[in-house]
């Protein structure tokens, strides 16, 4: 089996999780987030998903490179 063959899968989640990120924080989906009447520790919680989810793409990545 190729070891290159699943690079196009995990650049797609690599991708997917790039995209998630820039459409919560530069889109107009931001003034949702940011109102006045959202918990302070909204945003927080955004960027804890964000983090998570690349990490577990990573993880997941290097799981099967071996």
């Not at 989640?13 to 909204?42: C, E, I």
């Not at 955004?46 to 577990?56: F, H, P």
């Amino acid at each position: 089996m190729d070891p290159g063959a699943d690079n196009g899968k995990f650049t797609n989640l690599v991708l997917v999780t790039f995209l998630v990120a820039v459409f919560v924080f530069a889109s107009p989906f931001y003034l949702l987030w940011m109102s006045p009447q959202t918990p302070w520790y909204v945003p927080y919680l955004i960027w804890l998903a964000v983090i998570v989810m690349t990490g577990m793409v990573q993880y997941w990545r290097g799981r099967h490179e071996l």
